[in-house]
Nanobody
Framework: QLVESGGGLVQPGGSLRLSCTAS????????IGWFRQAPGKEREGVSC???????TYTDSVKGRFTISRDNAKNMVYLQMNSLTPEDTAVYYC??????????????????????WGLGTQVTVSS
């Protein structure tokens, strides 16, 4: 029900913008998280934006990645700058139903998310 796009091969120092959209949910009612999983590693939370636009980043991407949402387009974006080979992974977006007015989001509890996409590959290599 979620679809990611925008992945690809990029050189170190380059940028990519990932997009996440949903076909049958109104994303403005949901907190959206970005997670990633590299080969041989556990899934890692990268960033999230709550239904009230509270934002969280994992430390390794602070200052490099920016999450945003466009509710009119039913889209959430992850702008990734200054990419390094350590950012290579499959990136997934996930949605957590948040109908409350004071919602925050977490990237520490992926099991709180109700819907997941199939992922998009990001490879950072020269």
């Amino acid at each position: 029900q979620l679809v990611e796009s925008g992945g690809g091969l990029v050189q170190p120092g380059g940028s990519l913008r990932l997009s996440c959209t949903a076909s049958n949910i109104a994303m403005d009612w949901y907190g959206i998280g970005w997670f990633r999983q590299a080969p041989g590693k556990e899934r890692e939370g990268v960033s999230c934006i709550s239904s009230t636009n509270s934002i969280t980043y994992t430390d390794s991407v602070k200052g490099r990645f920016t999450i945003s949402r466009d509710n009119a387009k039913n889209m959430v974006y992850l702008q990734m700058n200054s990419l390094t080979p350590e950012d290579t992974a499959v990136y997934y977006c996930a949605a957590d139903f948040q109908p409350t007015s004071q919602a925050t989001c977490t990237i520490q509890a992926p099991n709180e998310y109700d819907y997941w996409g199939l992922g998009t590959q990001v490879t950072v290599s020269s």
